[in-house]
Each structure stands twice: as structure tokens, then as C-alpha cells.
């Protein structure tokens, strides 16, 4: 019994390097709206996009938004993709997709906390002499100055 090769009829359009790519190269062009980022709205933008019998994104329409220009950039981000697309029997056929783009706040770098604290000491020993010369002499008593700097 031979096998039989499975035919579609409609193939559907890929975009180059798979899923994978595609989220990569959405989330290497998006940019954080500044008004959104700074009043800090995250969340998630759905977008439905048409991709015509050429590869290339024609329409964009916000299924669920989230404002304050997320919308907006999602959309640009999107209209950029561009799609293989086999021949299908010599029909334009208009395909429809489906893409939700995250949006989420960077966690702020963490302060570096030195490892070593450097300690500098300089120290200088005196004697002092003795007041009367007609005491007899002992040994004088050193005087410490000391000064530190962090």
C-alpha cells in the first residue's frame, strides 16, 4: 500500500525562522510608549493582523488594548512583519493572524554594593621633650595623630 502525500489546499503563511523569530523580532522593535512607562501601565495588547497573498501585513486591528499609546506601538511593530507565503493555485487569498504583545516595565538595575571597603590609616609617632631640663630624664611619651580616610 503506498502512502498517500498529504495536499493542503490553502497554505498557510510562515513567518521566517518560526515562532520563536517572530516573538524575538516584536519584542527587538517595540518600545516602550513614554507616557505609558511613565505613569506604569503593563499589560497585554491583542492584535489581529491581515497578511495579503505577498507576505506583508495590510491591517491591524486592536482585539484588547490597554492604552496610553501601547496600542498604538503594537500595531506599528506588527504592520512591520513580513511573511513567506507559498503560491495557492494562483488564488490572492487574505490571511488572518492573531498576536498578543506583552508589555512590562524593566526591573530597575540593582545598585552595585562594593565587595571590599578600602580603609586608608596613616599614623606619625613624636616624643616630646622633657619641660625641665633639671628633672632627670625618663623616657618621653609618644603623641599618636591619626587620620582616616574612606
Same mark, same amino acid.
Given at each position: 500500500?503506498?502512502?498517500?502525500? $498529504?495536499?493542503? !489546499?490553502?497554505?498557510?503563511?510562515?513567518?521566517?525562522?518560526?515562532? $520563536?523569530?517572530?516573538?524575538?523580532? #516584536?519584542?527587538?522593535?517595540?518600545?516602550?510608549? $513614554?507616557? /505609558? !512607562?511613565?505613569?506604569?501601565?503593563?499589560?497585554?495588547?491583542?492584535?489581529?493582523?491581515? #497578511?495579503?497573498?505577498?507576505?506583508?501585513?495590510? /491591517?491591524?486591528?486592536?482585539?484588547?488594548?490597554?492604552?496610553?499609546?501601547?496600542?498604538?506601538? /503594537?500595531?506599528?511593530?506588527?504592520?512591520?512583519?513580513? !511573511?513567506?507565503?507559498?503560491?495557492?493555485?494562483?488564488?490572492?487569498?487574505?490571511?488572518?493572524?492573531?498576536?498578543?504583545?506583552? !508589555?512590562?516595565?524593566?526591573?530597575? /538595575?540593582?545598585?552595585?554594593?562594593?565587595?571590599? *571597603?578600602?580603609?586608608?590609616?596613616?599614623?606619625?609617632?613624636?616624643?616630646?621633650?622633657?619641660?625641665?631640663?633639671?628633672?632627670? *630624664? $625618663?623616657?618621653?611619651?609618644?603623641?599618636?595623630?591619626?587620620?582616616?580616610?574612606?
Amino acid at each position: 500500500m503506498a502512502k498517500e502525500k $498529504k495536499t493542503l !489546499f490553502i497554505h498557510q503563511p510562515q513567518y521566517k525562522g518560526g515562532p $520563536k523569530e517572530l516573538t524575538k523580532f #516584536i519584542y527587538t522593535h517595540l518600545r516602550y510608549p $513614554k507616557e /505609558a !512607562f511613565e505613569i506604569g501601565v503593563e499589560g497585554t495588547v491583542y492584535i489581529e493582523y491581515d #497578511i495579503d497573498y505577498q507576505g506583508n501585513v495590510v /491591517a491591524t486591528r486592536v482585539v484588547q488594548g490597554i492604552g496610553h499609546g501601547c496600542d498604538e506601538e /503594537a500595531c506599528r511593530v506588527v504592520q512591520m512583519l513580513k !511573511f513567506d507565503v507559498e503560491r495557492n493555485r494562483g488564488v490572492h487569498v487574505l490571511f488572518h493572524q492573531k498576536v498578543k504583545v506583552v !508589555f512590562k516595565k524593566p526591573k530597575p /538595575a540593582p545598585v552595585p554594593v562594593p565587595s571590599t *571597603t578600602q580603609v586608608q590609616v596613616a599614623y606619625t609617632v613624636t616624643t616630646s621633650a622633657p619641660k625641665n631640663v633639671e628633672e632627670p *630624664t $625618663k623616657p618621653a611619651e609618644p603623641t599618636y595623630s591619626y587620620s582616616i580616610k574612606l
